[in-house]
């Protein structure tokens, strides 16, 4: 029984941890606490660096996406914190306006989400109109 129930959850794991989301939201993470600046990484070898002439920025896996915001803060009274894409699940959090939150990874699509991790250190998932860009300080 025990054996089964190691074998179910290790699946389980080894599912999550090979989802191209999971390896998104690493990566975002370890963007958001410090890790390379934006562009800075591994070059294919005779690329341009970025900033040069040409079409592309010569980073390895740039898709020419736009990127993520520094920080996002709370722009309506309070909005919820969900631990998936879908605000008729359980809140994991509540969080009111002007609450600062660490960008990780945003979806597209019908509905734009943002996983995000609050000053708690609670991660989940907060949508797109219920945030904006924090306002560079003067």
């Not at 129930?5 to 191209?20: C, E, H, N, R």
């Not at 606490?33 to 079409?55: D, E, N, Y």
């Not at 969900?82 to 605000?87: E, F, G, L, V």
């Amino acid at each position: 029984m025990k054996r089964n129930i190691l074998l179910i959850m290790l699946s389980g794991v080894q599912i999550f941890l090979t989802s191209p989301v999971f390896a998104q939201a690493f990566g975002e993470y370890g963007r958001a606490v410090g890790g390379l600046p934006q562009g800075v990484g591994p070059r294919a070898p005779g690329s341009i660096p970025q900033g040069g002439s040409g079409s592309g920025s010569g980073v390895i896996g740039d898709l020419g996406g736009k990127t993520l915001p520094i920080r996002l803060i709370v722009a309506v009274k309070e909005t919820g914190l969900y631990p998936k894409q879908d605000d008729e699940s359980e809140k994991l959090a509540q969080l009111l306006q002007g609450e600062t939150l660490v960008p990780m990874v945003q979806s597209s699509g019908g509905n734009d989400w943002y996983m995000v991790k609050t000053q708690k250190g609670v991660i989940g998932w907060v949508k797109s109109i219920d945030v904006q860009e924090e306002k560079a300080k003067k």
